[in-house]
T-cell receptor, first 114, second 111 residues
């Protein structure tokens, strides 16, 4: 397996624009996580899914953020409208089962909102 | 929520053994302890997990005392390539097993 694949790797957008980040988890993994990393706040868990169903979205900062997982092999994180304070590295991770503590992370998407 | 506390930074030299201790005073019976490593511009990578006593793999050892209120990650004979941020996590299964990262320990290995 190629691991968790995120796209794009880099995104620069203007304030107010819609941004969509994409993630392909490892095949067969039941759990998918979205994280955001900044120098100030570290690694924050935004939302996670189990079998395509959102389980906990308490980390989603505002209504401007939304995440979907239409099937087991694809998830999106959307920001609409984007703001400069959304600039961060966004990571997607997948985990095989509930019992496993090993999550596999993608390379991340570096988002810059100007 | 089992909050973790670990040193913000540590320095070491090549060839030395490095021990990073994490405290998790509120750990619950069903919770597991896991450690991740993160290099700049990469996502975190799983290193090791444990429940109690000692666990060893090809990368590190994890020591957990009987009360499980702390854990120590031991990296034998570090090299420059071990320079990274190391995160201690408590996996809380009664909250869906979500992985919450703390501030991490920035390890700098010098020649």
């Amino acid at each position: 397996d190629a691991g968790v694949i995120q796209s794009p790797r880099h995104e620069v957008t203007e304030m107010g624009q819609e941004v969509t980040l994409r993630c392909k988890p490892i095949s067969g993994h039941d759990y998918l996580f979205w994280y955001r990393q900044t120098m100030m706040r570290g690694l924050e868990l935004l939302i996670y899914f189990n079998n395509n169903v959102p389980i906990d979205d308490s980390g989603m900062p505002e209504d401007r953020f939304s995440a979907k997982m239409p099937n087991a092999s694809f998830s999106t994180l959307k920001i609409q409208p984007s703001e400069p304070r959304d600039s961060a590295v966004y990571f997607c991770a997948s985990r095989e089962t509930f019992e496993s503590t090993e999550a596999f992370f993608g390379q991340g998407t570096r988002l810059t909102v100007v | 929520l089992a909050k973790t506390t670990q040193p913000i930074s540590m320095d070491s030299y090549e060839g030395q053994e490095v021990n990073i201790t994490c405290s998790h005073n509120n750990i619950a019976t069903n919770d597991y302890i896991t450690w991740y490593q993160q290099f700049p511009s990469q996502g975190p990578r799983f290193i090791i997990q444990g429940y109690k006593t000692k666990v060893t793999n090809e990368v590190a050892s994890l020591f957990i005392p009987a009360d499980r209120k702390s854990s120590t990650l031991s990296l034998p004979r570090v090299s420059l390539s071990d320079t990274a941020v190391y995160y201690c996590l408590v996996v809380i299964y009664n909250q869906g097993g979500k992985l919450i990262f703390g501030q991490g320990t920035e390890l700098s290995v010098k020649p």
